[in-house]
């Protein structure tokens, strides 16, 4: 695994760019939960694996809050039309918190909670972009 503009990279997943609405709500701890009101919040995902996501968020979330995650997974390239749109239901922990441009947050996430169908069509769906990206 090499280095990338966030330092060494310690994924054990491929990883491919995705601009996804996420919408989560924040699990744990209760006080950064009391502090954005219990509401659900709408972030960018950055890039996507079997194991985490990176998303951008106007929230500064800390490190080991847990999430409540949903988003829709659109992969134009499945051959089965049921392959093609999945809306998930994931849980995950914030593993970093990056200060971006705007007042903006980076957060890595560590998928915690995943379905095998939801974990496959991401496999899918990272295997076809980089098997896009390599045949341009």
Known sequence: MGDNEYGQ?????DRVKANFIVVYKVNRPIEVTIKINQREISALMLDLSEGGMALITKF???SFSFLIMNFTLMNTTAL????RIRTMDL??????NLTAPNSEHRLGIRFTK??????EAIYKFVKS??????AK
Do not use: H, M, W
């Open 9 to 13: 990279d310690r994924r054990k997943f």
């Open 60 to 62: 500064d979330i800390p």
């Open 80 to 83: 089965k039309e049921e392959d």
């Open 91 to 96: 849980e995950g922990d914030v593993r970093y």
């Open 114 to 119: 995943i379905s095998q169908q939801d974990k």
């Open 129 to 134: 972009a980089r098997e896009s990206f390599k």
